[in-house]
């Protein structure tokens, strides 16, 4: 009974990862120093993908990542109707926010298609590092 325990507490470890890797936190930022306002960060190797989501303020984070090096993915997009949500008014009588028919704007894309793919983004970081802040280029 012993070895079942000691054995089901190794697997137990061994699918949790054991001690966690590095928080990898950075800035996204456009060339002229704008920060990209959301969206989301894939950082992957052959072993390894990890994912963390863009503030408004650009920066971003990345729990528990191995050592080594990563290719970087970002995709950002506005939300549908992000926009008109601030002018939207209470409805009384249907319960809900309405727009006063105004027609809500598709999701657009903040940042060059290039970068929602790792393998044609151009960007990487190395883990551990002292900086991970990241460039973009807009659509």
């Not at 995709?75 to 939207?88: L, P, W």
């Amino acid at each position: 009974m012993r070895q079942l325990s000691v054995l089901s507490l190794f697997f137990i470890l061994a699918g949790c990862g054991g001690p966690g890797g590095t928080d990898i936190s950075g800035e996204i930022k456009f060339g002229d120093g704008a920060p990209l306002s959301r969206g989301s960060v894939i950082v992957t190797n052959d072993k390894h993908t990890y994912r963390g989501v863009v503030m408004r303020d650009g920066k971003y984070e990345v729990v528990g990542v191995a050592s080594g090096t990563y290719k970087v993915a970002i995709v950002g997009t506005t939300i549908e109707g992000e926009k008109e949500f601030d002018e939207m008014e209470w409805d009384q009588n249907k319960g809900e926010y309405v727009n006063a028919g105004k027609k809500a704007t598709p999701p657009a894309e903040l940042l060059a298609a290039k970068y929602s793919d790792s393998e044609a983004s151009g960007l990487s970081v190395t883990v551990p590092s002292e900086k991970y802040d990241l460039t973009v280029e807009s659509p």
